[in-house]
């Protein structure tokens, strides 16, 4: 029978280690559960009452468990040192170098992490890898491990336990979660032990049956085929979007129909700008590095073709609001409503509005970015210096729109379809555009206001 474990720390309180270990600690009371970073700023704001992240219910878990069973530090070295459990969530970017056209994971800040645990830990540990990492990276991590720990009979168990969740929906996933994936060495007696001792924590309140074992490697590699698959949804999606305007087909009425087939299902079938996040094109990057370095060129390629019809839709969307414009956009005045790779997210990482931007800016046109949860200062520091000279960040969507010939919507935000569309076609310049990127406003009803709309995947007006 496997001790329950009563010690966790995490090492890295980002997007993925702060919600989850949240979540750990409220399902968990009787768990003490440490997040730590190098990161003195983002550590101060998990401790103060304006949290890094902005995750629908994150703050009410966090405010609920921190101070009883939920810390946030620094002392990374202390917080290894005092517990049983380690979970490794740290960032695992992709690399600039590749051997084809595939990128490897940079996976510096992970073997950081790993000479941090190997140097100060003076009893066993459990190490969970939360980060994204390539296929085999737990073999590695053993080898730097086993050879930095100053003190005799230190062991050493590693468990690949990928994160699912999906931003702007994180507390719903980790709350009730399709299923928890566990990898380890099942094959011995001590790894299975490893491994019983984290499905003990999820067994709080995970059901039995959602609570999947497996070997290491299947583990770490069911990560980034999860999200590959997730990605070619939205490009096959994105891919008919683009026939349904040359043939006048309808995308959301081809979707739907697709959609109810079962063995397709309706999820991730949305037509849109394209994907953003850190995650999806980082992964297939990487996942089609490991194809290229395992000699399998074709198997490499068949994934690239995901980002590169991810990369099409997004300069498709831009070419399209010039051609509409009359050809020219230079000096016009366009409102980009929503700047997040998502709705509920305030993450702009690989965000679409970052390249649709980029190219409405370098045809001239001065952009009105507004959204609801995007910082100035996180614009300015992803559109860069040159860029920001053409963008206005603004406080709200009617100083957005106010005198702009056209408006996108780059993120599906709610708030979007509850506008006084009339009153903004009033203050708007004519022919006023709308191009909805998301598939998300009453085209019908706008077209009758008077707006000229473009919508992807949707028949185009004669
Ligand atoms: P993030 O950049 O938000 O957070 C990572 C944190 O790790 C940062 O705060 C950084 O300061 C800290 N860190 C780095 N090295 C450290 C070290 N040696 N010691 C202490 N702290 C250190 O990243 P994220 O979005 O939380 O992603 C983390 C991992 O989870 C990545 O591998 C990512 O691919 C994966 N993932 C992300 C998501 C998502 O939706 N964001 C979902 C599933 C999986």
């Known amino acids: 029978m496997t001790r329950p474990i009563t010690t966790i720390c995490c090492i890295g309180a980002g997007y993925v280690g702060g919600p989850t270990m949240a979540m750990i600690a409220k399902k968990c009371p009787q768990i003490s559960v440490t997040v730590v970073d190098i990161s003195q700023p983002r550590i ?10 902005y995750e629908p219910g994150l703050d009410e878990i966090v405010f609920e468990c921190r101070g009883k069973n939920l810390f946030f530090s620094t002392d990374v070295e202390g917080a290894i040192r005092d517990c049983e459990m380690i979970f490794v969530s740290v960032n695992t970017p992709t690399k600039k170098t590749g051997l084809g056209k595939g990128k490897a994971a940079d996976l510096t800040y992970w ?32 080898k730097v491990l086993q050879r ?32 928890v994936l566990i990898g380890g060495k099942i094959e011995n007696a001590k790894g299975q032990a490893a491994v019983d001792a984290l499905v003990g924590v999820y067994s709080n309140w995970v059901p039995k049956e959602n609570i999947l074992t497996a070997n290491l490697w299947s583990a770490e ?16 999606i994105n891919a008919m979007s683009a026939l349904c305007e040359a043939t006048g087909a309808d995308v959301q009425q081809v979707s739907h129909a697709i959609g109810t087939d079962t063995r397709i299902g ?15 094109q980082k992964d297939i990057l990487n996942l089609a590095y490991i194809c290229e370095c395992h000699g399998l060129p074709e198997v490499a390629e068949y994934w690239h ?48 509005a970052i390249d649709v931007g980029h190219g409405l800016i370098e ?9 609801p949860k995007v910082a100035a200062a996180q614009i300015a520091l992803d559109m860069g210096e040159e860029a920001m000279k053409s963008i206005t960040c603004c406080k709200t969507h009617t100083e957005s729109l106010t005198g702009a010939h056209a408006v ?50 949707k028949p185009l007006d004669p």
């Open 44 to 53: 101060d704001a998990w401790n103060s009452s304006e949290l890094p992240i």
């Open 111 to 142: 073997e950081l992490a790993a000479r941090t645990i190997a140097a100060c830990s003076e009893s066993d540990k459990i190490i969970v890898e939360k980060s994204t990492v390539p296929v085999r990276t737990a073999e590695a991590i053993e």
């Open 148 to 179: 930095n720990c100053p003190h005799d009979g230190v062991r050493f168990d590693i468990l690949s336990n990928p994160e699912f969740l999906a931003e702007g929906t994180a507390i719903v996933d980790l709350d009730a979660p399709d299923r």
């Open 221 to 236: 590699l069911s990560k980034l085929a999860a999200n590959a698959f997730l990605a070619q949804r939205i490009s096959s």
């Open 266 to 280: 309706s999820k991730f079938l949305n037509a849109s700008v394209g994907f953003g996040g850190s995650c999806f």
């Open 305 to 352: 073709s995901v980002v590169g019809m991810n990369d099409y839709q997004k300069s498709r969307f831009v070419k399209r609001m010039i051609s509409a414009m009359f050809n020219t956009i230079s000096g016009k005045k366009i409102s980009m409503l929503g700047y997040a790779f998502k709705k509920d997210t305030g993450d702009t990482r690989e965000s679409p």
């Open 363 to 371: 045809d001239g046109a001065k952009l009105n970015i507004y959204d």
């Open 408 to 457: 996108c919507i780059m993120t599906e935000w709610d708030e979007f379809k509850t506008y006084d569309w009339e009153a903004i076609y009033g203050v708007m310049q004519k022919p006023a555009f709308v191009f909805d990127g998301r598939l998300i406003l009453d085209h019908q009803k706008l077209k009758d206001i008077g707006f000229i709309v473009y919508a992807l995947g």
